[in-house]
């Protein structure tokens, strides 16, 4: 019996959890804490506010936000698996962030009254759910008016040459790192699949329209091997 890409997902990261951190920084060449942090600049994340991070796997921007709110503020971070978030527990607890949360929830269905909070973002998930447009009406839902949503994601680089060399590195080399660091050839095999599939830039701004968003604006990162999408909730 075939599985649902919901439940493929959820196994690919339950197996994964141990090594995902040591993975992204590996895969990326740590590009990700760069795409972040620049991420982070442009939010602007005022202190004292309330922010949801989906798909937070681990948590790092789920703590990225709570620095940034301080101590009056609040964060929920929410991933539908476990293990991933067993790991962001630890890393909490550690830092003494008293202002976190974090939760088993799914994305397609945020288990929270309209219009929450003042941050939403997603990093790295939104390529993993079953319906993008569903998970970015979620998002709006949740957001306070005037809120601010953001998407950091892998992307689809358009310059001939880097293209074809970006397929090539998601399709062999990143499985066979996933192989050589966290025996898990199959599961980094899957995330080059969603990857691929995932819209190009102008196509997920189009769908943050449809979702509800305006003023959407979007920026690429290493020549488009990732990108960020900001919108405001009308």
């Not at 493929?8 to 993975?23: A, C």
């Not at 795409?35 to 991070?53: C, E, F, I, Q, Y």
């Not at 709110?69 to 962001?88: A, R």
């Not at 009254?113 to 390529?127: A, C, E, H, K």
Request: net charge positive; proline share 4%; hydrophobic share 40%.
């Amino acid at each position: 019996m075939q599985q649902s890409k919901e439940q493929r997902v959820h196994k690919v990261f339950e197996k994964i959890s141990d090594n995902y951190d040591k993975m992204n920084s590996v895969i990326s060449f740590q590009q990700h804490i760069k795409w972040r942090k620049d991420t982070m600049k442009r939010m602007n994340v005022k202190p004292g506010s309330k922010a949801l991070d989906v798909c937070c796997g681990t948590g790092d921007w789920t703590i990225a936000l709570a620095e940034a709110v301080g101590p009056s503020g609040e964060v929920t971070g929410l991933d539908f698996s476990q293990n991933m978030l067993n790991v962001g527990v630890e890393k909490v607890k550690k830092l003494g962030l008293k202002q976190v949360n974090l939760i088993h929830g799914n994305a397609m269905e945020l288990p929270f009254p309209d219009n929450s909070f003042d941050y939403v973002t997603i990093g790295f998930g939104l390529r993993n759910v079953p319906d993008y447009l569903q998970v970015l009406k979620e998002m709006n839902r949740v957001l306070k008016p005037g809120g601010i949503a953001v998407c950091l994601e892998t992307s689809q680089p358009t310059l001939i040459g880097y293209k074809q060399l970006y397929y090539f590195y998601f399709k062999f080399i990143m499985p066979l790192f996933g192989k050589l660091f966290a025996k898990s050839y199959q599961e980094y095999a899957w995330l080059n699949e969603s990857a691929r599939s995932f819209p190009g830039m102008k196509e997920l701004a189009r769908m943050f329209v449809t979702a509800g968003f305006k003023d959407v604006f979007y920026k690429p990162y290493s020549g488009g091997a990732a990108a960020v999408h900001i919108g405001n909730k009308k």
